[in-house]
């Protein structure tokens, strides 16, 4: 340590001794602070290398150990390090939720095909009046619904979130078409006409399928649609009381998975998407 000893510790005299070694500069600053000069004479200045003939030598401005080599890798490698570690384990960790995920919806699927919803054939007609059955959607995915044309809000609602689903899916290349399909619960008052005429106000490709009221009750079971009409007003209308829900075939033919109102056109979508990506048919 450099010390003066003997001498009053004044700002001048600090800065002479300072000024000496560039490298301590910055000390200066420090100095300035009332408190902190009479601290720093009793201190001293840290020793600095000195040349044979006594001159102060250049320090470089460099962290050393106590062993006198460099401390580890600089601040830019650290950090890449850093970097690449966190991106490893994000890389993991998305992983994982995927295989995760899969793994849920799987088991949800097989749930869903154990619940045997669905099960069996059915014939109606469609709004053109030609008989359809079941077979005839083999190898297409379907977004079916059960409604009435009556119906004030619920029914055009959905319809409505069950097509702006559709025309996403149409909307993304490379993905097969998904029918679009709404059954009655109505059959008194649901004809053929009357369902051409709904049918139109939604999608080119919604297809409405009517039938006697023993078919439609048929279907119904099938797919535990319960519906119950209510009683007629003065001008002979009624609402039908029915469950809420939009379901997905597989071009199996099987059901596959179901919507609730609460669940929007873009989750529907999504769902389906994550469905054909991991359909495997299970009549080959």
């Known amino acids: 340590m450099l010390r003066n000893p003997g001498k009053p510790c004044t700002w001048n005299a600090f800065s002479q001794l300072v000024r000496q070694h560039r490298s301590v500069s910055p000390m200066l600053l420090l100095a300035r602070t009332p408190k902190a000069l009479p601290r720093l004479c009793q201190l001293g200045v840290l020793a600095l290398p000195r040349s044979p003939e006594g001159k102060a030598l250049p320090v470089r401005r460099q962290l050393w150990s106590r062993q ?4 580890g890798p600089g601040l830019r490698a650290r950090l890449l390090i850093t970097a690449l570690f966190g991106a490893g384990l994000g890389g993991a960790w998305l992983a994982m939720r995927a295989e995760k995920e899969q793994d849920r919806q799987q088991r949800r699927t097989e749930a869903l095909r154990q619940a045997a919803v669905g099960q069996g054939d059915f014939s109606l007609l469609d709004h053109w009046g030609q008989p359809r059955c079941k077979a005839d959607f083999r190898g297409q995915w379907v977004l079916l619904y059960f409604g009435f044309t009556h119906c004030p809000d619920i029914c055009p609602e959905e319809l409505e979130k069950l097509v702006r689903a559709v025309r996403q899916l149409e909307a993304e290349p490379g993905l097969p078409p998904v029918q679009p399909v709404f059954i009655t619960v109505d059959p008194e008052r649901d004809d053929v006409a009357a369902m ?3 049918v139109q106000d939604f999608h080119p490709r919604l297809l409405g399928l009517t039938g006697s009221t023993e078919q439609v009750a048929q279907v119904s079971r099938s797919y535990r649609v319960y519906y119950s009409a209510g009683p007629k007003d003065e001008d002979q209308d009624y609402i039908v009381d029915h469950s809420v829900a939009i379901y997905l075939l597989s ?30 048919s299970v009549l080959q």
């Open 68 to 71: 006198g080599q460099p401390q």
């Open 196 to 198: 051409a005429r709904y």
């Open 251 to 280: 071009p199996d033919g099987l059901f596959t998975d179901y919507y609730s109102r609460a669940q929007s056109a873009e989750q529907i979508a999504a769902s389906v998407r994550r469905h054909m990506a991991t359909f495997r």
